[in-house]
Structure formats: C-alpha cells, structure tokens
C-alpha cells in the first residue's frame, strides 16, 4: 500500500494561485488517484481525478476551468494546479489513490484505501 505525503498548502489571497504534490512512497504507474478536500464539520468532497491509465480526468463542477490535476509518474507525484482561487476553496486538501482506478476515475470514498495527512488551503485577504 502506497504512502502518501502531499505539499504545496498555504496562505493566498482571492484569485491567486497554488499547486499541490502528493508524492507516493512508490511506483504510481497504474495507479488511480482523487484530491478531496474536507472543512470542519462537513464532509469530504471529491475535486479532481485521474485514472491510472492518466485518460480519464473528472472534476468537481465547483472547480471545473479553475483546477488542473495531472501527473508525472517518473517523479512518483500527482500534482493539483489550483488557478483564481476562491475563500470557498480553504480546506484541508488530501491526497487518495487506491487498486480499482486504473481506468475509472471516480469520486466514491471506498475506491480509496490509502490518504495523506493533508495540506491546508487558505484562501482570504
């Protein structure tokens, strides 16, 4: 099982701009992976996706146009481009990958069976 540790959170004013990495402790090739973001007292919501194959991407239609997820699996690391960002948008962000998306792209909480600790987003003035 893949272990996971994602980097990029931080601090940015309205409309600017963040770039997530989940880095995974091994070989990504095949391997699906979900961001999903979560506030205090609400539930965690799925915001983009990749197949393993890296052909079938979805979004949230909240950051659709807005946020790039992509990936390089030489570097073991999935990246999340988090363009004109928005207050909405601060949350803990994670990471997730798990064994059945290596074609499918979902955001269903039980394809994932590993997840990172989290980085926070704060986006405000």
């Known amino acids: 099982q893949l272990r996971l540790v994602e980097s990029g959170g931080g601090l940015v004013q309205p409309g600017g701009s963040l770039r997530l990495a989940c880095t995974a402790s091994?070989?990504?090739?095949?391997?699906?992976f979900g961001w999903f973001r979560q506030d205090p007292g609400k539930e965690r919501e799925g915001v983009a996706c990749?197949?393993?194959?890296?052909?079938?991407?979805n979004y949230a239609d909240s950051v659709k146009g807005r946020f790039t997820i992509s990936r390089d699996n030489a570097k073991n690391t999935v990246y999340l481009q988090m363009d004109s960002l928005k207050p909405d948008d601060s949350a803990v962000y994670h990471c997730?990958?798990?064994?059945?998306?290596?074609?499918?792209?979902?955001?269903?909480?039980?394809?994932?069976?590993?997840w990172g600790q989290g980085t926070q987003v704060t986006v405000s003035s």
């Open positions: 997730a990958t798990g064994p059945m998306l290596v074609r499918q792209c979902l955001f269903a909480l039980p394809y994932y069976n590993s």
């Open positions: 091994g070989s990504i090739v095949k391997e699906g």
């Open positions: 990749i197949s393993g194959s890296g052909i079938t991407i």
